[in-house]
C-alpha cells in the first residue's frame, strides 16, 4: 500500500486485478469467478519471471545444453561428427590416475587455479572487509561514504585488459619498481619476478577483482545496526572481538557472494594468466581456447563442461555454508 | 598465423577503419539506391582474411582500376580457417594460409581455380609450383605449397600430386621467418637455431605459443642441437612430439623462458623492452621494435628458415558474374602494383616479374638482390625503414627463401601435438 497507489486513489486489490486480468485470460475468468486472489498470487510472479526465464532459456540454457551434447561428438581436424562416445573426457583425464602421484595436465592445471583461487580469495576477502569496515563505520558522512564509493569505480572504467597492461611497465626488467629499488640501493640485480610470475597473476587478480568482493560485504555491512557494536564495546569486546563476533558473522551473505564473484571468474579466467605469466602459467580457460582454434570443438566442451562441474560444485559448498537465499 | 599481423610501414587503424568503412558505405548505398540496375553495377567481393593483410591502398587502388569494391572482412587467422569450414557462403574470397589446406580441402568448401583463367599463371613463382627457385629445390618439410598447390579439378576434397589445370589457392604472399635478436644486448654473433635454449640466455628468451608453429620452431632447434634428426618437421610422429615437448618442459623448468608469445604486439613488447634478447619473431614485428629507434636483427641462422605462404581461394558455392569478378580481382592483384606494395614490406609477391616493373631499381636491388641499398629504403605508408647503405637481413631473395628448412604445418598428429603443447604451457 504505497503511496502512489493511495495517490492515484485506486483500491490496491483492483489494481491487483487489472494486472492480472492483462497477464492471462485464465486469471481473468478466475477473477470473474470470485477466487481472484489466490489466482493471482499464483500466477503473477510466473509471469513476471517469464520474459526473464525466455532469455535465460535462449541464452544460457540453451547453449549449455548444446555444449553438453557436442561433448560427446566425434571429431576430426576438419569435420565434427554427431555421436554419442566418451573419449573426449577420458582426453580431458588421460592418464590422470595412471601418472600418480605425477600430475597429468588437467589436475596440475585444476590444481594451478585452485592455487590462485585460495590465494586470490584469501586476500581480496581481507582488503574487502577492511575496506568495507572503512567505509562503513569510519566515513561518518554519507557523501564522504558515496564519493570513496565512486572513486573505487573510477578503474572500471578502463578495459580490464589495460588494467593489467598497466602493471607490465611497472614491474619489468628494467621497469620502475626494478629502478626505483635499484637507485636505493636495496637490491643489485634486477628482480625478475616480479613480471611473468605468480606473483605478477596473483598481483592483477587482486587489483582487478576486490571491487568484486568489497560491493556485496559493503552491502551487507550497511544494513548492521549501529547499536550492536555500541553495545559490544560497553561489554568491553575489542575490536578485533568485534570484528570477528559480531560484524563478521553478520555480513555472511556478502561474504559469500563475494566469495562466489571472485571464485568464478578466477577459475575461468585465461587472460589475466596469460597476460601476467607470460603464456607460462596453465589455466582451463586458455586449454579451451587452444582447442577452440584447432577446430577441436568437441573436447574444448568436454573441458567446459568439466569446469563447470568444478565451479558448480565449489559453489554448492559455499551455499551450503550460508543459505544466501534466506539471508538476503 | 604468420607474420602478418601488422605492416612494417603501417597503414595505420584509423585509415584502414576508414577505407574499410567507405568502402562498406559505397557497398550498402549502391544496394539500397540501385536494386533494379544490380546487374550492371559493379560487383563487390567480400573478402575474408586477416585484417592486417587488408589494406585501404589496394582496396582504392582496384576500386580505381577495375571499378570492383572490395568489403573486406576482417577476422583472426584462425577465424578464417573456422569461417571457411564452417559458414562458407559468408565471402567470395578469402585470404588464406597453405598450412590450413588440409583442414579446408577435405570439406569441399573451396573451389579449385582454373589456371587457364589466370594471365599470369605460367609466371607464379616456381616456389610454388614445383618448389624449386633457380631450378635449385628448397626445403619442402612441412606444409610446402607445392604439396597442396594442385588439386585434380574444381570440385575436390584431396590434392593432386601433380601440375593440373586447377589450383586450390592463387598465391599471394610468402616469406620465410627466423629468430629475431637484440644485437646490442647480446654482443656476439648467434649462428644457430640452438642458441635459443642455450643456458646464455636464460630467462631471456621466448617462444610463440601457437603450438603448430612454436613446434616447428623447437624442432629447427632440436635438430640444431643435434638431438635428433626429423623425417619431416611438419609431420612428426607421436614419439617425435614426445621428444620435442620434452626438450621444451626441459628448458622452461630450468627457467629459459621469460614468457611465451602469442600475439605480434607482445612480441614487439618484449624484445623493445629488453625483457627478452632472442626469441622466434616475425619479420614485420622486427620492423615495428627498429622503428622504436632500438637495435633488432633477424638474424639468418645456418639451419635454415621456416617459411609460409598464403593465396586467395573461392568458396564452392561462387559462380557468375562475382566468379568473373574475383578472377579480375585476382588478376589485378598477380600484375604487379599489390606485388610491389607487398615486395616493399619485406613480402615476397607471387608473380616478381610484375612487381619488379611497379618498382624502382635501387628498391628491386634492397628487396630482391641483397644489396646495399643506394637511399633511404620507405614502406609503402613512407615510413623509413632502412638508411642508405644498409643491407636487407639476410640477404637476397634466392639467399633467403632458398635456405628454407621447413614449412608452416599442419601435422597428422595434429590433435595429439596440440595435447602436447599444452602439458608443456602447463608444465
Known sequence: MTTTEQATGTPP??????????????????ALH?????????????????????????????????????????????????????????????????????????????????????????????????????????????????????LCTIPFWTSNVIRMMAWIPLLGRNGLVNQTLMSMGLISEPQEWLLYSDFAVILAFIHLYTMFMMVPIVNSMMRIDREILEAARDAGASIWTIAMSVVAPLCRPGIVIGSIFVITIVMGDYITVGVMGGQQIASVGKTIQVQMQYLQFPIAAANA???????????????????????? | ????????????????????????????????????????????????????????????????????????????????????????????????????????????????????????ADNITTLFTEGTIDGQPVG??????????????????????????????????????????????????IESWAELLNPEFKGKASILNIPSIGIMDAALVVEALGEHQYADKGNMTRDEIDLTIETLIEAKRAGQFRALWQDFNESVNLMASGEVVIQSMWSPAVTAVRTQGIECKYQPLKEGYRAWAAGFGLPAT????????????????????????????????????????????YEWAYWMEGAAAEQDIMSPS?????????????????????????????MDENVYMVRKWNEFVAS
Open chain 1, 13 to 30: 486489490i483492483a489494481e491487483g486485478r487489472a494486472h492480472t486480468a492483462l497477464v492471462t485470460p485464465q486469471s481473468d475468468a478466475a
Open chain 1, 34 to 150: 470470485g477466487v481472484k486472489r489466490r489466482v493471482s498470487l499464483l500466477d503473477r510472479p510466473y509471469a513476471l519471471a517469464g520474459p526473464l526465464i525466455l532469455v535465460m532459456a535462449i541464452f544460457f540454457v540453451g547453449p549449455l545444453i548444446l555444449t553438453i551434447i557436442v561433448s560427446f561428438w566425434e571429431y576430426t581436424q576438419y569435420s565434427i561428427e554427431p555421436a554419442m562416445v566418451v573419449t573426449n573426457y577420458v582426453d580431458v583425464f588421460d592418464r590422470c590416475i595412471a601418472r600418480l602421484p605425477t600430475l597429468c595436465v588437467t589436475f596440475a592445471t585444476y590444481l594451478s587455479t585452485l592455487k590462485f583461487c585460495f590465494i586470490v580469495w584469501a586476500i581480496t576477502l581481507i582488503l574487502g572487509f577492511t575496506l568495507a569496515w572503512f567505509i562503513v563505520f569510519e566515513v561518518k558522512k554519507t557523501s564522504t561514504q558515496i564519493a570513496l564509493f565512486l
Open chain 1, 305 to 328: 563442461v568439466v569446469l563447470l562441474g568444478a565451479v558448480l560444485m565449489i559453489i554448492f559448498a559455499m551455499t551450503k555454508l550460508v543459505d544466501v537465499r534466506r539471508e538476503l
Open chain 2, 1 to 120: 598465423m604468420t607474420d602478418r599481423p601488422s605492416r612494417p610501414g603501417g597503414l595505420n587503424r584509423r585509415k584502414f577503419l576508414y577505407g574499410t568503412a567507405a568502402a562498406t558505405t559505397v557497398a550498402a548505398s549502391t544496394k539500397l539506391f540501385a536494386p533494379a540496375v544490380q546487374a550492371q553495377e559493379a560487383p563487390t567481393l567480400r573478402y575474408l582474411g586477416t585484417a592486417v593483410n587488408q589494406s585501404a591502398e589496394i582496396a582504392a587502388k582496384v576500386k580505381e582500376d577495375l571499378g570492383i569494391t572490395i568489403e573486406y572482412i576482417p577476422v583472426t587467422t584462425d577465424e578464417v580457417t573456422r569461417r571457411v569450414v564452417t559458414q562458407p557462403n559468408t565471402f567470395d574470397l578469402v585470404d588464406i594460409e597453405y598450412m590450413s589446406l588440409k583442414n579446408v580441402v577435405p570439406t569441399g568448401n573451396l573451389k579449385g581455380m582454373d589456371t587457364s583463367k589466370i594471365t599470369q
Open chain 2, 140 to 189: 619442402d618439410q612441412g606444409t610446402a605449397p607445392k604439396k597442396v598447390i594442385w588439386l585434380p579439378g574444381e570440385e575436390a576434397t584431396d590434392f593432386a600430386t601433380e601440375p593440373t589445370g586447377f589450383m586450390s589457392l592463387i598465391p599471394t604472399v610468402y616469406n620465410a621467418d627466423t629468430l629475431g635478436i637484440r644485437p646490442d644486448l647480446i654482443g656476439r654473433p
Open chain 2, 318 to 361: 561462387i559462380d557468375g558474374r562475382q566468379q568473373d569478378a574475383a578472377y579480375e580481382f585476382i588478376n589485378w592483384f598477380l600484375s604487379g602494383w599489390a606485388g610491389a606494395f607487398l615486395n616493399r614490406q619485406g613480402y615476397y609477391s607471387a608473380v616478381l616479374g610484375t612487381a619488379k616493373e611497379n618498382m624502382e631499381a
Open chain 2, 382 to 410: 613512407g615510413q623509413l625503414l632502412a638508411k642508405a647503405g644498409e643491407v636487407r637481413d639476410g640477404g637476397s631473395y634466392q639467399d633467403r627463401l632458398g635456405a628454407i628448412s621447413c614449412w608452416n604445418a599442419v
